[in-house]
């Protein structure tokens, strides 16, 4: 089952909720977390084993994807430390 987070950047007020991440029934493809230097978001995407992950929003190929359970990374808007928060729920 997959789960969903939130992000959250208090210094540009970015805020979205409800990313889901994970697998759910099939195990390929599944949904990573991204940071997309090009237009600037974190997100997530389907990714598939062996194929290069694009970004969600402007499907750039080659996104950086972040770990499942990763808390902190820096904005892509600003710069500044931003966070994940795991949320309630899961998803198939
Ligand atoms: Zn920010
Ligand atoms: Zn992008």
Redesign the pocket.
Known sequence: MGGFVDYH?K??R?ELTEIAIGRGRQSSPYLRLFRCAKCKTVGSTWVEDGAVPRCGTCYEPGVELLPDDVTRID?P????P?RFTPREGSWE
């Open positions: 950047c210094h540009c970015t904005c808007k600003c710069g500044q931003a």
